[in-house]
């Protein structure tokens, strides 16, 4: 059985926009490195992979919490026309919880950065949607007592 979630991995094309977006939601940088070579092309079947591979680590949250960004030098990275529509098969969003959603939205707001339709109560939780790095849906989570 799975003890907790781990990480999870955005492929980007402006690796500083993901850092200073990710940043704003208390994550640093904790590792770069640059992942090449047989061995990571064929666990990641892609051929001929070369990419610089940044661990971003969620400061003072236990258990540990990563978001890595992969940035690649080979093959050029496949768009997704359809990356910003939620009604897609496949990876919908990433979602965090916050302590005071109202504060997070306005710091991720004041730094240029837009939520998709503000904040949503539901569930006895307060909810927003964020535009991601490279238009990766990141969600907002703050639970309210019912």
């Known amino acids: 059985m799975i003890k907790h979630f781990d990480h999870f991995t955005i492929v980007v094309e402006d690796e500083a926009e993901a850092k ?3 940043s704003v939601l208390g994550f640093v940088e904790d590792a770069s490195v640059v992942i090449k070579g047989a061995r990571f092309a064929d666990y990641m079947g892609v051929p ?10 969620a400061q003072g949250v236990a258990p540990r919490t990563e978001i890595q960004l992969l940035k690649f030098l080979h093959p050029e990275p496949l768009p997704d026309p359809h990356i910003r529509d939620l009604h897609k098969i496949g990876f919908n969003h990433v979602c965090f ?14 730094a240029g ?3 998709r339709a503000g904040i949503l109560d539901f569930h006895s939780r307060k909810l927003a949607f964020l535009w991601g790095p490279g238009g990766v849906t990141v969600e907002l989570a ?3 007592a019912s």
């Open 113 to 115: 950065f837009a939520t």
């Open 97 to 110: 919880a916050v302590d005071d959603i109202a504060d997070v939205v306005g710091r991720v707001e004041a």
């Open 48 to 57: 001929g992979l070369e990419a610089r591979h940044v661990t971003l680590v």
């Open 20 to 22: 200073r977006f990710f």
């Open 142 to 144: 703050e639970w309210v």
